[in-house]
């Protein structure tokens, strides 16, 4: 099999922008959907050492074991 030296060259250049096509489509495509933000805050219980998380907002929140109530470590 003979391959013409023009096929030579522009299949692998055709590979390579099929490649750097589909890169830049995935990117953007992933870029514009990004995940939604998640506000949980930590809790650590000062008595049972359980650690949890709770998506609400507050500074204190009840443990999920033991009842105590607990501060947030961090959101
Ligand atoms: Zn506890």
């Not at 299949?11 to 953007?28: D, R």
Request: hydrophobic share 45%.
């Amino acid at each position: 099999m003979i391959v013409s030296p023009t096929v030579f060259f522009f299949v692998p250049v055709f590979f390579a922008l099929v490649a750097v096509f589909a890169g830049w489509l995935y990117y953007s495509l992933r870029l514009r959907a990004p995940l939604p933000p998640r506000r949980s805050r930590i809790y650590r219980c000062a008595s049972c050492g359980h650690v949890y998380a709770d998506q609400r907002e507050r500074p204190l929140c009840r443990c999920t074991k033991c009842g105590a109530m607990n501060e947030a470590l961090r959101r």
